[in-house]
């Protein structure tokens, strides 16, 4: 690593479609200095379910280093071609014979960060245990590197919150909830080493239900039948991140900032939200 005491790295939450990205580039654009490690978790990031690889690209020349993802990460079959080549995990305790990694030792501006993607079990479906082999592997990282971030893609904030603890105890520097695009309100660090959110939110239509189109989500909710989604419209957007700081030997998180911004679609600052 280099001299630097500390790194900024920051998590977006999940992209949803062309307004997620507009959002995430529009901010990326608007800093005057670019974190060390920009990560996000890019499972809705085409047409708002899965991720082709014109919009990988797209977003890793727009500053983002990292993607995570979750449980939609095969809803576009084109991921299948890339995602052993690519910046990009799928959760690490889907089956193990699936394709790509959930967990990898990345270099980015002269730092080693262990990143680690995990998807939760309750309300979510039929998934390994996400509690099983996790020790091993932080381990197995913090053999290499002091600096673990952990993506936990999860519904129900008590799993969150129940693994934080435990990623926490074992010398995880940062953690986030993703998957059910809301940002909490309890950043905090805990046990005096790892910065922790339980859901960073999502990037996206501001006048959406969690990123898509109201009418299909009332439609859906109220019939109980079949109806199509589409992503939000794109005239105000939200951006949903946080920002955790870093020491670079020790691992130790000593700042985590919430961020909660809204733009019109031009990239201008429309009511921005104070800067937690």
């Known amino acids: 690593m280099d001299s630097k005491t500390h790194i900024e790295l920051l998590f977006f939450g999940d992209l949803v479609g062309k307004p997620g990205r507009t959002a995430v580039k529009a901010y990326l654009d608007s800093l005057s200095e670019r974190p060390d490690v920009v990560i996000a978790n890019g499972e809705n990031i085409s047409h708002g379910f899965g991720m082709i690889r014109k919009h990988y690209d797209e977003m890793r020349e727009a500053g983002v280093d990292i993607f995570t993802s979750g449980n939609h990460i095969w809803d576009q079959k084109e991921v299948f071609n890339f995602i052993d080549e690519v910046n990009l995990l799928r959760p690490y305790n889907f089956p193990a014979a699936s394709p790509g990694r959930g967990a990898r030792i990345f270099e980015v501006a002269g730092c080693e960060v262990g990143v680690i993607n995990l998807i939760g079990q309750v309300f979510m479906g039929n998934y390994n245990s996400p509690w099983e082999q996790f020790e091993e592997l932080v381990y197995d990282m913090l053999a ?26 074992l010398g995880v520097s940062a953690m986030t909830g993703t998957h059910t695009h809301v940002q909490t309100a309890d950043s905090k660090i805990l046990n005096n080493r790892m910065g922790y959110i339980t859901d960073t939110g999502f990037n996206g239509s501001y006048n959406s239900v969690i990123g898509m189109e109201a009418s299909g989500s009332l439609q859906r909710l109220k019939s109980h039948l079949p109806t199509r989604l589409d992503v939000g419209p794109d005239d105000i957007l939200q951006v949903n991140a946080v920002k955790f700081t870093i ?24 009511q921005p939200f104070a800067t937690r």
């Not at 993506?151 to 934080?164: L, P």
Request: proline letters at 4%; one cysteine or more; glycine letters at 4%.
């Open 247 to 270: 020491e670079v030997k020790t691992g130790v998180c000593r700042k985590v900032e919430r961020i909660n911004e809204v733009f019109s679609h031009n990239g201008e600052p429309l």
């Open 144 to 169: 290499v590197t002091p600096i673990i971030f952990l993506d936990f893609h999860a519904e129900a904030t008590a799993e969150k919150i129940a693994m934080a603890w435990h990623a926490s105890s």
